[in-house]
Structures are given as C-alpha cells and as structure tokens.
C-alpha cells in the first residue's frame, strides 16, 4: 500500500510559476511511474503527465507540454510538478498518482493509488 500527500498548491498570478511535491510512502517508489492529473470544477480528471520508475522518460499531455516539468528524486521518495507560464486554465486541484508500468499510463485507470490533492488557482 502506497500513501501519496500532495503539497505545494496555493494562488498565484497569471504568468507565475508553482512546484508541487508529492511524499510517498509504504511502497517501493522507485518501483513506480508516476502520473499528474488535475480536476478542474465540474470537469474530469484529466492527464497531465507522467515519469517513468528511473526518471529517465517523461510524457505530457499537450496542454501543459512546454510549460510544465515533472522531476522525481527516488532517495527521497518525492516526485515533483514544477509549473511555468500560469494561465487561468490551469487553475484544478492536482493529483499525483502511482502506476505499475510507464508506457500507456495516461488514464485514471492506469494507477493503483492516488493523493488527496492539493488546490492549484491561478488568477488573471
């Protein structure tokens, strides 16, 4: 059993930057890929990308590809979302996620345990 506790979301301007962390524990992380999605009010949970068990791969969806850039450190057992260049659309509460296997790992479906989430809102 794998606990994920999101941190770092907060309000921040158009244009800003915020990094989130999310803390695993009770598993093998290193064992894992790690997703990001984000669930905007009224609207599902959506992709926003994924880092292989080593680090070595990442995948972004096209909304955030460019912008956005997903670290992890396996010593620390902390995958990372660093986000540039806010705009109001990204504005969600963000997830991260542990999946099994790295190719393909774009849905919901795809990860067996997930955090609580954390607020991210953007304001213009």
């Known amino acids: 059993q794998v606990q994920l506790v999101e941190s770092g979301g907060g309000l921040v301007r158009a244009g800003g930057s915020l990094r989130l962390s999310c803390a695993a524990s009770?598993?093998?992380?290193?064992?894992?890929?790690m997703g990001w999605f984000r669930q905007a009010p009224g609207k599902e949970r959506t992709f926003v990308g994924v880092?292989?068990?080593?680090?070595?791969?990442?995948y972004y969806s096209d909304s955030v590809m460019g912008r956005f850039t997903i670290g992890r450190d396996n010593a620390k057992n902390t995958v990372y979302l660093q986000m540039n260049s806010l705009i109001s659309e990204d504005t969600a509460v963000y997830y991260c996620?542990?999946?099994?296997?790295?190719?393909?790992?774009?849905?919901?479906?795809?990860?067996?345990?997930w955090g609580q989430g954390t607020q991210v809102t953007v304001s213009s």
């Open positions: 996620a542990a999946a099994p296997r790295y190719l393909g790992a774009f849905g919901t479906t795809d990860y067996a345990y």
């Open positions: 009770g598993g093998t992380f290193s064992s894992y890929a």
């Open positions: 880092i292989s068990r080593n680090g070595d791969h990442t």
